[in-house]
């Protein structure tokens, strides 16, 4: 087995007397797709916030490897969720939303350019004097942003207007933009929300190949059970809160926990 990039360990999240998640440990693997699912309620975004900091966990740990070693990034303070901090939440970690959050009135090469400026956060006044390390800066920033485009295969729309973008290109407009930072790892929230079944095969494929050949570690919440099953090499489910299965798409497939969790009965009925 490769290398975990995203460890969970006995984490814990309540607001007041709710505990939305209780205990949860599971881990992502380098370079491949693990998927948390689970019936509504389980607990699925409150752990993606908690991981990519817009919560702060009431208890346990999340650590973030990396080259630099390990990085414990639990114990970090939420921040503030201000204009443009969803594009670049903690160092590492990029995220896409259930509900895209493009800039729609800029163009789609503009998405990425923003994306990265927050991430690097060059200075004004290197800007202002338009230095030599700026302008290699922002020349590396367009190369990448069009290289993403390549890959998302939306190079033929990087001058429309990213609102007018059908509402699949979108998508990967996200995904481009978060790819752009250079994420270790990237965590996408119902990716597949909204799309038609075309647009869907077409997700399936793009995120196999930030795997496959970007050796990128994904991370994705999604309902669409037929998208989780092709694409996901390990699967967590969650269920009031809690990992009631964790292994392989087969493993958790015919695990009668998670069936009688999706049903909404007991365990035994289904073994019955
Ligand atoms: N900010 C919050 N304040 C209070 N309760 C919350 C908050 N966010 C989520 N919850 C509760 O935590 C539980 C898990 O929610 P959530 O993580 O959104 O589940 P899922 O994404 O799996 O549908 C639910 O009972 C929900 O009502
Ligand atoms: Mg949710």
């Known amino acids: 087995m ?7 360990q006995n984490v814990s999240m309540r607001f007041g007397g709710i505990v939305a998640n209780r205990n949860v440990s599971f881990s992502a693997e380098k370079g491949a797709v693990t998927a948390l699912i689970g019936p509504n309620g389980a607990g699925k975004t409150t752990m993606f916030n908690c991981i990519t900091g817009f919560y702060r ?17 639990g114990d970090l303070a939420t921040r503030p969720i201000t204009g443009g901090s969803h594009l670049v939440t903690r160092a590492g ?33 290197s800007g202002v004097l338009r230095t030599p390390a700026f302008r290699r800066a922002e020349r590396e920033a367009i190369d990448r942003a069009y290289y993403w485009l390549e890959q998302m295969s939306l190079a033929d729309d990087a001058n429309r207007l990213a609102g007018e973008l059908p509402y699949g290109r979108q998508r990967r407009l996200e995904i481009a933009r978060a790819m752009c930072t250079g994420p270790r790892l990237i965590c996408l929230d119902e990716p597949a929300a909204g799309l038609n079944p075309s647009e869907t095969r077409d997700l399936a494929e793009v995120i196999q190949r930030l795997c496959k050949e970007h050796g990128q570690t994904v991370l994705v919440i999604e309902h669409d059970m037929g998208l989780v099953m092709r694409i996901s090499n390990h699967i ?12 392989t798409p087969d493993h958790v497939a015919n695990d009668p926990a998670v069936v009688a969790a999706y049903l909404g009965v007991s365990e035994e009925e289904v073994r019955a």
């Open 2 to 8: 490769n290398a975990a990039i995203l460890e969970v």
């Open 57 to 73: 966990a009431s208890e346990g740990r999340i650590v973030l490897n990396g080259k630099d070693g390990a990085q414990d990034i």
């Open 93 to 125: 970690i990029a995220r896409t939303f259930q509900n895209i959050r493009l800039f729609r009135e800029m163009s789609v090469v503009e998405n990425l350019l923003v994306a990265q400026h927050l991430a690097t956060r060059n200075g004004i006044l």
């Open 236 to 247: 967590v489910v969650l269920d009031h809160g809690e990992v009631i299965s964790d292994g």
